[in-house]
């Protein structure tokens, strides 16, 4: 084989690589120095990158880190390292590997320490007289591209559903859904992973409404049945937590790149549309005077 064709072949293969990993959807937990991972509510959108964590032991206290990693950063897939050394404190456990939710068996051995949980049952007082009340979550700022970057606010009106047929919701290919529901993303309305629960698990999570299409009943005065429409979710709204109307750009972001992607449009992917209504409302629009 010259020369000429190996160097083909090898572009080839790389091109490749990289359709493929950026086809890979996963959602990854993105919480730092906490002490019980049950405690990690943040996820983020890790498409080319693997889900990682660490565990650290400080002064007698154990903290875990998750993130999203490139393949570089990363030890073998499914690989866990032990006993490393951390500045400061011992690196105990880490590791990388691919899917949604995957994180939540790596370095499992030391959670099992971790003191099980209960719910107190509300009494009838606190039916009552409790009041309930909206808890907004804090979001990552990384410089990594997640869907959280550069958003502060909180996220509302995730609940409404048209009717649908039982053909027309289904969940999305290749996404955990079952393992996801771990995290509580199919209740947790506080979350942006509420969102994604909507947008990608939605039969599995019990949001659709299912009709009968069955035909009608033919009488004097047959009556007509109107087909229902497709699997949506409306009135998804943002609250900006800043002063005037600005983008949020970076080094590794650029409002005018991701709006010549065709994301500034609600027709485009659920994902994509909303990092441009997070970090780009000056150039794609969106802002009221």
Known sequence: MDTHMRRTL?????VLLEVQAVSTFRICK???????????????????????VE??????????NFDC????????????????????????????CEGSGCENSLCSAYATTLPPRTTPVPTTDDLSTTTP????????????????????GHITGLSTITPTTGGSCVDAEQFNCAELDRYNFCTDTASFSYAIAHEKCPRHCGFCTFVDVSSPTTTE????????????????SFTS?????????????????????????????????????????????????
């Open 10 to 14: 090898t572009v080839l293969t790389i």
């Open 30 to 52: 993105t919480c730092k120095h906490i002490q019980d991972p049950r405690d990690c509510r943040l996820f983020a959108e890790c498409e080319n990158k693997l889900c990682s």
């Open 55 to 64: 565990l650290i032991y400080s002064s007698g206290v154990y903290t875990y």
């Open 69 to 96: 990693k490139s393949h570089h950063d990363c030890p073998a897939s499914g690989t866990i390292l032990v006993g490393k050394r951390a500045t400061p404190g011992l690196h105990v456990c880490s590791g990388c």
């Open 133 to 152: 009340t909206t808890t907004a979550t804090t979001l990552p700022t990384t410089t990594d591209f997640n869907m959280y970057s550069g958003y502060t």
């Open 221 to 236: 005065r047959p009556s007509t049945v109107a087909q229902p429409q497709a699997n949506t979710v409306t009135g998804t």
């Open 241 to 289: 937590a800043t002063s005037g109307c600005m983008d949020t750009e970076d080094v590794d972001f650029s409002c005018g790149h991701w709006a010549s992607l065709g994301f500034c449009s609600n027709q485009s992917s659920f994902f994509g549309h909303h990092v441009a209504i997070m970090r780009c409302p000056k150039t794609c629009g969106f802002c009221t005077h």
